[in-house]
């Protein structure tokens, strides 16, 4: 049995905060869960561009309100506490909070940790795990 | 891009009552996301004994106080809002909520939904998913 404290995960090399969104990351591929499970913050007035091409993800939020536009249909979804979005089909999308945003996140497969590091400056050309604009 | 209300959740057949809990199951199996995704709720005063002999799962504390004893080592840890544990080696485990707790839970593999209606009666023989006595 693992035990993870979200303020021990926020003080530690698992918390990785960039400039539009933060992530406490409880549970990464090393814990062998089979998913990864982040507590992630998505910052007021940013405007998120995501496309995790090569995983799925579910997001419940809990705190916060906005939307999502799922760039495959057009639609645009209310996001408020109580909401899930998942990510069934690596769907492209960009996420607007209105204000800041913490939401409950799982992977699958699960996020190694590294590919968040290399979100900081330029992408490895063959690192199409998270691309992301802010 | 799949969208999930709570509210909606929890007045549909995915919602599941017990005499111990209640579990709002916003992904199953059937969504294909490779995990079940579910906003359970623990009852206050009860004493959960759980063994998931062929799921992993990890829950993560949203509201609420308590312990959670790991059967193969004897230590009881305490439950509280961001508190995370992981069954990650199928942990005999006994959770004893002071209050009720609200989680979110992830199961890998994925629960079908089927199980849960297993459990409000007898179980089969040949589920061994959920053994739950409260």
Redesign the interface.
């Given at each position: 049995?693992?035990?993870?404290?979200?303020?021990d995960t926020r003080a530690s090399d698992r918390n990785i905060v960039t400039d539009g969104w933060e992530s406490a990351r409880?549970?990464l591929k090393d814990?062998?869960?089979?998913?990864s499970?982040h507590?992630t913050t998505m910052y007021a007035g940013k405007e998120l561009h995501m496309h995790y091409k090569n995983h799925?993800e579910?997001v419940?939020v809990?705190q916060g309100e906005g939307t999502?536009e799922?760039l495959?249909?057009g639609?645009i979804?209310e996001l408020k506490p109580?909401?899930?979005?998942?990510?069934?089909?690596h769907?492209k999308?960009i996420v607007r909070p209105k204000t800041d945003i913490v939401t409950?996140c799982?992977f699958?497969?699960p996020v190694t940790g590294r590919e968040v590091h290399d979100e900081t400056g330029a992408y490895p050309a063959d690192d199409s795990v998270v691309v992301l604009a802010s």
């Open positions: 049995m693992l035990i993870r404290k979200l303020s409880l549970l814990e062998g869960m089979g998913f499970f507590i799925l579910a419940f809990l999502i799922d495959g249909t639609e979804h109580g909401t899930l979005y998942a990510l069934n089909a769907d999308h409950v799982a699958n497969p």
